[in-house]
Antibody
Framework: EVQLVESGGGLVQPGRSLRLSCAASGFSFGDYAMHWVRQVPGKGLEWVSGINWKSDTIDYAASVKGRFTISRDNENNSLYLQMDSLRPEDTALYYC????????????????WGPGTLVTVST | EIVLTQSPGTLSLSPGETATLSCRASRTVRSFYLAWYQHKPGQAPRLLIYGGSSRAAGVPDTFSGSGSGTDFTLTISRLEPEDFAVYYCQHYDHTSPTFGQGTKLEIK
């Protein structure tokens, strides 16, 4: 069974940094693209960032480009999101999600999601 | 960036009826790169449809996706109580993926 578990969320002041982690199990992690998607409370889903299986295709939403960095460790089945220069508008529930193509291709649907980790940016 | 606009914002129907949800793209999206998700409060989103019309594993055949170009549709026939949720379309057609703003399907 595919399991994705996010961690690292919490309360942080504007301008500070936070690093999110996603621990994956139940599938061959290194074969799949992975993504981060967020949801501001009461709002819709927003794609944040994605990375293909070998980390040579990486992309970010315009709202986070230059501030967030996605990375992965295939040996340890882990996905990361380094979030710098955080803003109040980054407050959201952050989901880790798995691509649905075992070729590791970037441009796919997202067939498994974690429960999310809440990030609150506030003074 | 491709903007996806979903309509209606809220759809009120009764169990047993058929729901028709629309997703319009700001420019052409190849149907192979269009997905639909179901999202219930307190749960993770669930992939329903990928590739425009292919059902994900375990999704009942009451859910169907169609469309091409800039207009896509999710149809849910014979609504069950557990189908009432928020639905999102998403494109991933070789530019930064984006989601629509969602359609809330509520019980009338």
């Amino acid at each position: 069974e595919v399991q994705l578990v996010e961690s690292g969320g919490g309360l942080v002041q504007p301008g500070r940094s936070l690093r999110l982690s996603c621990a994956a199990s139940g599938f061959s992690f290194g074969d799949y693209a992975m993504h981060w998607v967020r949801q501001v409370p009461g709002k819709g889903l927003e794609w944040v960032s994605g990375i293909n299986w070998k980390s040579d295709t990486i992309d970010y939403a315009a709202s986070v480009k230059g501030r967030f960095t996605i990375s992965r460790d295939n040996e340890n089945n882990s996905l990361y999101l380094q979030m710098d220069s955080l803003r109040p508008e980054d407050t959201a529930l952050y989901y880790c999600a798995k691509g649905d193509d075992s070729s590791g291709y970037f441009y796919t649907g997202l067939d498994s999601w974690g429960p999310g980790t809440l990030v609150t940016v506030s003074t | 960036e491709i903007v996806l606009t979903q309509s209606p914002g809220t759809l009120s129907l009764s169990p047993g009826e058929t729901a028709t949800l629309s997703c319009r793209a700001s420019r052409t999206v190849r149907s192979f790169y269009l997905a639909w998700y179901q999202h219930k409060p307190g749960q993770a989103p669930r992939l329903l449809i990928y590739g425009g019309s292919s059902r994900a594993a375990g999704v009942p055949d009451t859910f169907s996706g169609s469309g091409s170009g800039t207009d896509f549709t999710l149809t849910i026939s014979r609504l069950e109580p557990e189908d009432f949720a928020v639905y999102y379309c998403q494109h991933y057609d070789h530019t930064s993926p984006t989601f629509g703003q969602g359609t809330k399907l509520e019980i009338k």
